[in-house]
Each structure stands twice: as structure tokens, then as C-alpha cells.
């Protein structure tokens, strides 16, 4: 995953590469998403999420899509 | 100690170690740091790499520790006066995240036009940018490492 400075940046490495265009979060988004997936895992009781627990995740943060889709 | 329990063990004294060193310990530093011996540390190593805690290279020793990367990458995090190394923007941001700390990812552009700095205050993220995923979620562990 990277950051670009604008959509425009993420198009012109897209095209650079002939990639497809993949899925964008806001950086609040990631940092969101950051926060909720990696904020615990140095505590004991941490354990992995769940599909069900990823996919909740992604919905409350807005993330939704095929492109985000975990199976 | 059963398998899982120590797992567990070694998972929250590895993370502690990148914590306070700001570097990922190899199995034998950390069997040193935990008083365990190397052997135990390395099957965890493996047994935490087949549950997808962390990423192992071909040694068995850790590649990712996510969202540590155990080598230098483009994603610089400075927090507590020290300096990490996230494996993508996400785990640069969770860098701050499981360190519950203010900071700044040094990040680059993707395509190469410049630095972009990202600040992490008060709980808030704060900078220019949209990050992307080229590879669809579902597919992120065929590759971790391109992902």
C-alpha cells in the first residue's frame, strides 16, 4: 500500500505500470483503520480478526466494495 | 507452558523488544531477552508465521513483524524520539497506532514526485495524501510482501 499525493498521482502509476486501478482510503480512513487493526497487538489478550471481524471493520469505516471484499 | 500460551508470550516480548529498540530481534536475541531457549523462540517464530502474526524470511527469522518491518523500508516512522520502519502506509500509521504515540511518517510519493509527511497528533492524523491498494483485499496474503 502506498500514498500518493492526489488521485491524479495514483493514475499516472497505474497508467506507468499498466495496473488497474486498485481501492483508495482517505488518510483518515487509514489511520483509522490502522489504529483499530494494530492498536492492540502487543497486549496478551490480542488474537487475529476474524473474516466476520475484518469485514465489520471495513463497513464501519466505510470501506465497502468488491475490491474489499475478504473472501 | 503449552504451544499457545507461549506464543503468546513471545508475541508481547517481541513486540515490547521493537518497542524499546527499535529493531526486530532475531530468535536468539530473543530467546536471550525472554530466558528461553533459542529452539522455543524459533518454533513460536514459525508457529506466529503460519497464523500470519508475522512474516518470516527463508531463515525463519522475522521479515514482519507488522506493522514493523525488520529492515529499512520507504515508510520512516519517527516517534519517541526514535525511528521505525513501517511495510506499507497502513503499517507505518499502525506504527503510531500500537505505540499510542504522536509521530511523523517521512513517506514518498508512489510515484516518486516528492516527500509526503504524514502527523500523527492528539489522536489525529494530519498531512496530503490518499493511499492506495493495488492488490484486492482478498488477495493480500498471496503476496504479503508485493501487498
Known amino acids: 500500500m502506498l500514498v500518493f499525493r492526489s488521485e491524479a498521482h495514483i493514475d499516472r502509476w497505474s497508467a506507468a505500470r499498466g495496473l488497474p486501478r486498485g481501492g483508495t482510503l482517505s488518510l483518515d480512513q487509514a489511520w483509522r483503520l490502522a489504529r483499530a487493526w494494530y492498536a492492540t497487538k502487543a497486549v496478551p489478550e490480542w488474537r487475529r480478526p476474524s473474516v466476520d471481524e475484518a469485514e465489520a471493520l471495513f463497513a464501519s469505516l466505510g470501506i465497502a466494495g468488491p475490491f474489499w471484499a475478504l473472501r | 507452558m503449552s504451544d499457545a500460551d507461549l506464543d503468546r508470550d513471545v508475541r508481547v516480548a517481541l513486540y515490547r523488544s521493537i518497542e524499546r529498540r527499535a529493531d526486530v530481534p532475531r530468535a536468539a536475541a530473543l530467546a536471550g531477552e525472554m530466558g528461553l531457549p533459542p529452539e522455543d523462540v524459533r518454533a513460536s517464530f514459525a508457529r506466529l508465521g503460519a497464523g500470519r502474526v ?24 519517527r516517534a519517541r524520539g526514535k525511528w ?41 492524523v494530519r498531512g496530503e495524501g490518499v493511499v492506495h491498494f493495488a492488490v484486492p483485499a482478498r488477495d493480500w496474503w498471496k503476496d504479503i510482501v508485493f501487498t
Open chain 2, 54 to 77: 508475522v512474516v518470516l524470511a527463508s531463515d525463519g527469522e522475522i521479515l514482519m513483524a507488522n506493522p514493523y518491518s525488520a529492515a529499512p523500508t520507504a515508510f520512516p516512522v
Open chain 2, 84 to 124: 521505525y520502519f513501517g511495510n506499507c502506509v497502513w503499517d507505518a500509521l499502525g506504527i503510531l497506532a500500537i505505540l499510542a504515540s504522536d509521530g511523523v511518517v517521512e513517506a514518498t510519493c508512489g510515484d516518486g514526485c516528492g516527500p509526503l509527511t504524514l502527523e500523527v497528533r492528539g489522536g489525529e
